[in-house]
Each structure stands twice: as C-alpha cells, then as structure tokens.
T-cell receptor
Framework: EPEVTQTPSHQVTQMGQEVILRCVPI?????FYWYRQILGQKVEFLVS????????KSEIFDDQFSVERPDGSNFTLKIRSTKLEDSAMYFC?????????????FGPGTRLTVT | GQSLEQPSEVTAVEGAIVQINCTYQ??????LSWYQQHDGGAPTFLSY????GLEETGRFSSFLSRSDSYGYLLLQELQMKDSASYFC??????????FGKGTMLLVSP
C-alpha cells in the first residue's frame, strides 16, 4: 500500500540554524500539507500546496518557513532560523485531490529538537 | 474561525462499546473527519461525514448532526490496540484540516 515517507525521523539542531524536512507524498496525490504537533498537544495546520504553489497557510507559517517541491516526488519544509519553540513533531500529508481534503494520509513525522 | 471540543480522556474495557463526542463551530461546513493517532505515530484517517446520519466502517462508526453541530465516533468490540488518541477534524474548503485537541482512549483488560 502506498504511503507517505519522511526523512529524517529525528533532527536535532541549534537555535538559529536552518533545517530542511523532507517528504515523499503518495505518488498520485495532488495536495500536499505540513502540520506540526507540539508534544501532548493537537495537530496544527501549517501549509497546503497544490499545483506548485501554496494554497493556504496558517498564522504559524511565517516568513521563517518555506515549502518547495524541487522535483516530481519530494516536498520539503524549510525553517530558516530555528527557535526553541519550533521543537515539535512535523508531519507531512497528502490527499488525492481538492475535493478530498477531509481524507489526508500522514507520514510518520520528523521530530525536530531545537537546542 | 473554527473550533472543536471533545473530551480529553475516555476509559473502557475490552469488548465494550465507547462513544467519543465532538462539538464544533465553523463558519463554513464541509464535513467532519475522524483520525486515530497511536502514541508518537502518524494520524490515520478513520471516517468522514458530510451528511447527517451514521457511517459504518467495520468496528468503527461515525455520526453527524449538522443542526446540532455535533458528531461522535463509536467504537465497538474494543480491543487493546484501540488505545490511542482520537481527533475530530474540520476540513476547510479544499485544503486545510483543523483538528480538535484529541480524546485519549484507554482500553483496559
């Protein structure tokens, strides 16, 4: 069964450093998303991406964040200058199409620890 | 904006039936989804209701009442592996999901 994959599974970085989180969505899906989940809290929407551009973004997704689909398979989230409060689990997700945003398939996540 | 309320924790025993409630507020309604998340794992899609009534998927069922802005997830024949967090979520148009804070289900022998 196709699945979303994410690398790395765990990333430790120092405050102020740039990190890139990588995702490979399910191949025939059209919508891609990033979410974050701070330990013990709810899953929070960051950004959605469709047709090579950002579709929607939340207030969390400020100028420190950017997304890119550098090729036909990868989808990346870049944090330019990490802060302590960026420590969280970051999930990538994909969905088959715009009419099925209710049904998203999540990757296993990247745990980001900022020290 | 959107908001969802669900209980923080529910406990039940193996073989029992449990209901996890969710009330919501939203300016535009596109349905109500349910996701399961085991500790440290990825959220997994369980069910979706766009219209009033009950949707059944094996041991899991989900119900929606749009007039009451209310839904629930019903888990039957509980198993130990059902111990997890369950989130109701509101799709917003085509491209976002707003999650509730989650209900931790603890299933005991």
């Amino acid at each position: 069964e196709p699945e979303v994959t994410q690398t790395p599974s765990h990333q430790v970085t120092q405050m102020g450093q740039e990190v890139i989180l990588r995702c490979v969505p399910i191949s025939n899906h059209l919508y891609f998303y990033w979410y974050r989940q701070i330990l013990g809290q709810k899953v929070e929407f960051l950004v959605s991406f469709y047709n090579n551009e950002i579709s929607e973004k939340s207030e969390i997704f400020d100028d420190q964040f950017s997304v890119e689909r550098p090729d036909g398979s990868n989808f990346t989230l870049k944090i330019r200058s990490t802060k302590l409060e960026d420590s969280a689990m970051y999930f990538c997700a994909s969905s088959p199409g715009p009419e099925r945003a209710y049904e998203q398939y999540f990757g296993p996540g990247t745990r980001l620890t900022v020290t | 904006g959107q908001s969802l309320e669900q209980p923080s924790e529910v406990t039940a025993v193996e073989g029992a039936i449990v209901q996890i409630n969710c009330t919501y507020q939203t300016s535009g309604f596109y349905g109500l989804s349910w996701y399961q998340q085991h500790d440290g794992g990825a959220p997994t899609f369980l069910s979706y209701n766009a219209l009033d009534g009950l949707e059944e998927t094996g041991r899991f069922s989900s119900f929606l009442s749009r007039s009451d802005s209310y839904g629930y997830l019903l888990l039957q024949e509980l198993q130990m592996k059902d111990s997890a967090s369950y989130f109701c979520a509101l799709p917003s148009g085509y491209s976002t999901l707003t999650f509730g804070k989650g209900t931790m289900l603890l299933v005991s022998p």
